[in-house]
């Protein structure tokens, strides 16, 4: 699911179009990955208040382990598009920074959700 929205964040190629059509597909795809991701992270988040892992070690190893599968590509992502102009409303897209990204993948699986 949320593999998905990161993976999947790669620009399309533009090479063959005017710099106003680039400009146009860049924005649009900006925010269409920025919301896919944001709907992806809200539902697995949603979803993982569910369950509980006692054991610390594992727990903090699936944290570790999602840690390190979504950090890089988010961060990649979110550095190419978080400081360019594509929309007149970036709050409305850009919903996590890489750290509230990564505070959220610290409450998971928590005893006390």
């Known amino acids: 699911m949320l593999g998905s929205a990161i993976n999947n964040g790669v620009a399309p ?14 924005h649009w795809h900006a925010k269409i990955m920025f919301q896919g991701f944001n709907k992806e992270m809200d539902e697995i988040a949603k979803v993982q208040r569910g369950y509980s892992i006692p054991d610390v070690e594992l727990r903090e190893c699936l944290k570790r382990d999602n840690k390190e599968y979504i950090l890089p590509k988010y961060n990649a992502f979110y550095e190419k598009y978080s400081n360019i102009p594509f929309t007149k409303n970036p709050e409305k897209y850009i919903k996590y920074t890489s750290e509230q990204v990564s505070a959220l993948i610290d409450r998971f699986f928590d005893v006390a959700a």
């Open 13 to 26: 190629d533009t090479s063959h179009r005017s710099n106003r059509a680039i400009s146009v597909l860049e």
